[in-house]
């Protein structure tokens, strides 16, 4: 399948495939000449734009800070 990048950088993924694949965020990689998009996981989705980052995060590393803000609303709920 040919696909086109328009003047804004966009690259549009036709619908069956979006449908197939169920996610609308993506972690994006380059391994040599090819440009990877990998489906971010709906577990993940919901925590997408809640931590504030200086630099792109892999899913592994918002897993870990998931976690963290998780531990910590359990225990600040836990003691009141």
């Known amino acids: 399948m040919i696909v086109s990048i328009d003047s804004q950088g966009k690259i549009y993924i036709p619908s069956e495939i979006r449908r ?3 996610s609308k965020k993506f972690e994006l990689s380059v391994e040599g000449d090819k440009i990877i998009l990998k489906p971010i996981k709906r ?14 995060l892999t899913l ?13 609303a ?4 836990s003691f009141n």
């Open 20 to 22: 197939n694949i169920g």
């Open 43 to 56: 577990k993940i989705e919901k925590y997408y734009g809640i931590v504030k980052v200086e630099r792109p």
């Open 60 to 72: 592994e590393d918002i897993e870990e800070k998931a976690e963290v803000l998780i531990l910590r």
């Open 74 to 77: 359990v225990t600040l709920h």
